[in-house]
């Protein structure tokens, strides 16, 4: 059984965890209506993907 030769102060255990955060939701500029959505996927505004219609959206705002 492996047994650690050290101890391993409480500095360098938390320093393994310390980069586990959430990331910032990346956005870009829709090309159709221009709002902003999320990359490679349907916008959720005007249902447009690639400058062409994927889906038909009801907008009743």
Known sequence: MAV????VSKSRT????ANWTIK???LVE???CHEL???HQ????CG???GKPVK?????D
């Not at 038909?56 to 009743?60: A, G, Q, S, T």
């Open 4 to 7: 650690p030769k050290h101890k």
């Open 14 to 17: 938390n320093s393994r965890f």
């Open 24 to 26: 910032k939701v990346n």
């Open 30 to 32: 829709c090309s159709n």
């Open 37 to 39: 959505k999320r990359p």
């Open 42 to 45: 349907v916008c959720p505004k």
């Open 48 to 50: 447009y993907y690639d």
């Open 56 to 60: 038909v959206v009801n907008n009743n």
